[in-house]
């Protein structure tokens, strides 16, 4: 009877966690189970992948003012006959 009550467990704690489903004991020892929503699922990972792409946009407007400036600079040397 009670490998049965084991086995009936293990296979609701399977199927809780196929439906993204997490259980917890209280503090009073009440279990208590919560489902997870969209956001704590999938939407963490879209934040991440919408903050890595602009940081690396902001990367490449940084390099590109950069490399704009120093030829600039370069240009206005070479018509002023700067020779160091």
Do not use: P
């Amino acid at each position: 009877m009670e490998s049965t009550l084991q086995m009936l467990e293990a296979r609701n704690l399977i199927v809780a966690r196929a439906a993204h489903v997490y259980c917890s004991t209280d503090k009073h020892g009440n279990r208590v189970c919560k489902k997870e929503n969209f956001f704590h699922r999938v939407g963490r990972w879209i934040l991440t992948a919408i903050l890595i792409f602009f940081g690396l946009i902001a990367l490449m407007i940084l390099c590109c003012c950069i490399r704009r400036k120093r030829s600039k600079k370069n240009k206005e040397a070479q018509a002023v006959g700067y020779q160091g």
